[in-house]
Every structure is written in structure tokens, then in C-alpha cells.
T-cell receptor, first 114, second 110 residues
Framework: SQTIHQWPATLVQPVGSPLSLECTVEGTSNPNLYWYRQAAGRGLQLLFYSVGIGQISSEVPQNLSASRPQDRQFILSSKKLLLSDSGFYLC?????????????FGEGSRLTVL | AQSVTQLGSHVSVSEGALVLLRCNYSSSVPPYLFWYVQYPNQGLQLLLKYTSAATLVKGINGFEAEFKKSETSFHLTKPSAHMSDAAEYFCAVSVTDMRFGAGTRLTVKP
């Protein structure tokens, strides 16, 4: 069966420090991968998606970047965190073409920037 | 572009009462529609999805939703609320990307 792992689960970082959140999927190959950010009362905002290794699309301009160094690995990064980067970050994958299949979510990473 | 609007950020019901969570969508083409549930500090879990087959969709945990094209709605219902249903619920529409509503927090009173 397929599983998705996301870490760390909780992170407290000072403003200006770097960030690396990692997500890996097991039990499937060539998944579509996504990073969402969830802010209180705002639902989920799509940050990045990837349909293959090295293929990253960004939905909104921001202080974050994403990379996909391996087929089932998706990394969210920042060189210098801002207070506004605080939130709950969710990695997700889908097996079908974009827009047609359900998303499978990781457990999330809660980032607090102080 | 597709979008969804969830009516009511908070809904409170008594245990055993009907649960009704409202969702209206906007899409220029026939959409796929989803309901997800999120428990505190966890990821989202799929409750049910509509993919242009039957308009009444049954999901897990006794939930169901009805697709009404004339009303552009996809409301989520459950006949009898249980304490374990307390969570946040997200409606989503998907054409090229999954777009989520702002969420509705369901509280179940004993």
C-alpha cells in the first residue's frame, strides 16, 4: 500500500533562518506531488506541484522554493524565513492526472517563525 | 477558474442530530468534487468524491453528498451526528488543480 511521510512534524524557527521540510511517498511510482499551506480560517493554498523529477511549478510568488531530487521525494525550502511563513504545511500526492484524482495527504508540518 | 465556497465557518449540532455542511462550486466545465475531513494537527482524509457518475455519493463514516448542477451545490450530510465527527471539513473542486474551500469546523455537543 502507498504511504506518505512528512517531517519534521513541528518546527520553531527564528526569522531569517533557513527551512527544509521533506516529504517522501512509498508504494507508488511517478506520483504527482504537491505542497499546500494552511492558515487558520483560510483553507488550503497550493504552493507548488510537480509532475516529475526536476519539474516544479509554483502557484504563487513567495519566499519559498521546492525541489524534487528523486521520483518520490519532495522538499520545501527557504533561505530566509519570514514571520508570514508560519503555518501548517501539507504534502500530498496523487496517482492520476492533475485535476481528476483524489489527493493523499501527509500528516503535516507545523512551522512557527518567531 | 474553478472555486468553491463553504457557507458557514462553524457549525454546531447536538449528538444524534442531522449534519448539513454547505458547499457551492463554480466551474466552467463539469468538475470533480470532493469532501475531505481534517482532525486536529493531522492531514486531510478523503470522505467522498463526485466524478460525474451518480449524483448522490456515499462516503465513509456515514456521510453522503448530493451533486445538484442546477444549484451548483455539493452539500455534505449525515443523518445522525456522533461525537467523533467533530473536525474540520473541506469541500474541494478539481478541474486542472484541486481548489479547496475555507473549511467548516463542526462541533458536536453531547
Amino acid at each position: 500500500s502507498q504511504t506518505i511521510h512528512q517531517w519534521p512534524a513541528t518546527l520553531v524557527q527564528p526569522v531569517g533562518s533557513p527551512l527544509s521540510l521533506e516529504c517522501t511517498v512509498e508504494g507508488t511510482s511517478n506520483p504527482n506531488l504537491y505542497w499546500y499551506r494552511q492558515a487558520a480560517g483560510r483553507g488550503l493554498q497550493l504552493l507548488f506541484y510537480s509532475v516529475g523529477i526536476g519539474q516544479i511549478s509554483s502557484e504563487v510568488p513567495q519566499n519559498l522554493s521546492a525541489s524534487r531530487p528523486q521520483d518520490r521525494q519532495f522538499i520545501l525550502s527557504s533561505k530566509k524565513l519570514l514571520l508570514s511563513d508560519s503555518g501548517f504545511y501539507l504534502c500530498a500526492w496523487s496517482v492520476e492526472g492533475r485535476g481528476t484524482g483524489e489527493l493523499f495527504f501527509g500528516e503535516g508540518s507545523r512551522l512557527t517563525v518567531l | 477558474a474553478q472555486s468553491v465556497t463553504q457557507l458557514g465557518s462553524h457549525v454546531s449540532v447536538s449528538e444524534g442530530a442531522l449534519v448539513l455542511l454547505r458547499c457551492n462550486y463554480s466551474s466552467s466545465v463539469p468538475p470533480y468534487l470532493f469532501w475531505y475531513v481534517q482532525y486536529p494537527n493531522q492531514g486531510l482524509q478523503l470522505l467522498l468524491k463526485y466524478t460525474s457518475a451518480a449524483t448522490l455519493v456515499k462516503g465513509i463514516n456515514g456521510f453522503e453528498a448530493e451533486f445538484k448542477k442546477s444549484e451548483t451545490s455539493f452539500h455534505l450530510t449525515k443523518p445522525s451526528a456522533h461525537m467523533s465527527d467533530a473536525a474540520e471539513y473541506f469541500c474541494a473542486v478539481s478541474v486542472t488543480d484541486m481548489r479547496f474551500g475555507a473549511g467548516t469546523r463542526l462541533t458536536v455537543k453531547p
